[in-house]
């Protein structure tokens, strides 16, 4: 219950839009033909001590997909995939990146969940995250934390 409390706290804060302001966001590619970026990236500042989420897209401007396979930070102990169907999130092992399409995580949708946080970031401060795809080579994002409550002016 207070996990679900926590995200709800989270989810709040809405999804990135693109005056997020990720950076190190260029493009990956693979022998696959997908052309991969981030944008709309953000941390809301975590009301836990030992979790917090993330929200960015990934957009894919090339002819095949690609899959999400993991997301590693030096911030938290793990960071999970999540989706969320109807009312309950549940956490993935992968998501795709369609050719030609984009690859949301948004507040209410798909996530991303930093647990076991080894020191709790504030507003202002940026965390590192290393995106890992089933065929393209990995993208670093450095995700800027938002306040708690931070809502963007245009959404995904």
């Given at each position: 219950?207070?996990?679900?409390?926590?995200?709800?706290?989270?989810?709040?804060?809405?999804?990135?839009?693109?005056?997020?302001?990720?950076?190190?966001?260029?493009?990956?590619?693979?022998?696959?033909?997908?052309?991969?970026?981030?944008?709309?990236?953000?941390?809301?500042?975590?009301?836990?001590?030992s979790m917090a989420a993330g929200f960015?897209?990934?957009?894919?401007?090339?002819?095949?997909?690609?899959?999400?396979?993991?997301?590693?930070?030096?911030?938290?102990?793990?960071?999970?995939?999540?989706?969320?169907?109807?009312?309950?999130?549940?956490?993935?092992?992968?998501?795709?990146?369609?050719?030609?399409?984009?690859?949301?995580?948004?507040?209410?949708?798909?996530?991303?969940?930093?647990?076991?946080?080894?020191?709790?970031?504030?507003?202002?401060?940026?965390?590192?995250?290393?995106?890992?795809?089933?065929?393209?080579?990995?993208?670093?994002?450095?995700?800027?934390?938002?306040?708690?409550?931070?809502?963007?002016?245009?959404?995904?």
């Amino acid at each position: 219950m207070a996990a679900g409390m926590v995200f709800g706290a989270l989810a709040l804060a809405g999804c990135g839009g693109p005056d997020s302001g990720a950076s190190g966001t260029s493009g990956a590619s693979g022998s696959s033909g997908a052309e991969l970026s981030v944008s709309s990236a953000y941390m809301p500042q975590p009301v836990s001590a030992s979790m917090a989420a993330g929200f960015l897209t990934i957009a894919n401007t090339g002819a095949a997909k690609d899959e999400l396979t993991s997301v590693t930070s030096d911030i938290a102990g793990s960071v999970t995939v999540h989706e969320t169907v109807g009312t309950s999130m549940q956490e993935v092992t992968s998501l795709d990146v369609p050719a030609h399409g984009r690859l949301v995580f948004e507040s209410g949708g798909n996530h991303l969940m930093f647990e076991k946080l080894k020191h709790r970031p504030t507003q202002g401060q940026k965390v590192a995250v290393v995106l890992h795809f089933a065929e393209s080579g990995p993208v670093t994002v450095e995700i800027p934390v938002k306040s708690a409550t931070y809502n963007p002016k245009t959404g995904h």
